[in-house]
């Protein structure tokens, strides 16, 4: 009869063998623990540079001040004509004006005078009157406009003005001296307006 000595020992835990088929083992390099140093080697590479500030930050430079010239005008569009001297125009316009105020004066009475003899004489006294009137206002307002047609207009509103006064002497009416020298008036209002300068001005516009 066997004894309990001849009984296996029971396994206190798994064998090298089992271990070796059951389980793999990774060893890894002892982590440093300030007793063994690290190699050069070890540390990572990086692509990072440090520097180290040698100074104060730089100072950007001040730019450079001074006068700044203005820029030259320049006129854009075309060129504007010389300007046309306006005596003659305004020469013109005041002739006109009081030759037309003497036409008108004497016109009124011719008509005043001679309407209980001849009314037919009267009658064609008004109407070169009226028509002188318009031709001597219109020009005017034309020549301050600067219209080609007033010169035109201020000629024969002044013509107008000659045959009432020569419609003096056909009548033989007895009036001062100064009245017969008021053709004067529309004699210089046709040569005012026959100016050269005149004619400039009323071109100009």
């Known amino acids: 009869m066997a004894s309990d000595d001849t009984t296996p ?3 206190d835990g798994p064998s090298d063998t089992d271990d070796s088929e059951n ?8 982590l440093n623990t300030g007793s063994q140093p690290l190699s050069a080697a070890a540390d990572p590479h990086t692509t990072i540079i440090r520097r180290h500030p040698t100074g104060s930050l730089p100072v ?29 125009a305004i ?9 037309g105020w ?49 010169r035109l207009l201020i000629v024969v509103g002044a013509v107008i003005s000659l045959l009432i006064f020569a419609s003096l002497f056909v009548a033989g009416a007895k009036l001062p001296a100064l009245v017969f020298a008021m ?6 209002s046709i040569a005012l307006a026959a100016l050269p300068a005149t004619a400039r001005w009323s071109r100009s516009g």
């Open 91 to 99: 020469a013109t316009a005041v002739a006109s004006i009081v030759s």
């Open 60 to 88: 950007a430079p001040e730019p450079a001040t001074g006068y700044l010239p203005r820029a030259t005008p320049v006129a854009v569009g075309p060129a504007r004509p010389p300007r046309v001297d306006a005596k003659p």
């Open 183 to 188: 053709p004067v008036l529309p004699l210089a």
């Open 102 to 150: 003497a036409t008108g004066v004497i016109a009124t009475d011719l008509i005043t005078g001679w309407w209980g003899t001849d009314l037919l004489f009267c009658v064609a006294m008004g109407f070169l009157t009226a028509v002188a009137a318009g031709a001597s206002i219109s020009g005017v307002i034309a020549l301050l406009l600067r219209r080609r047609t007033a």
């Open 9 to 11: 020992a029971p396994n």
């Open 23 to 30: 389980t793999r083992i990774i060893r890894r390099a002892p």
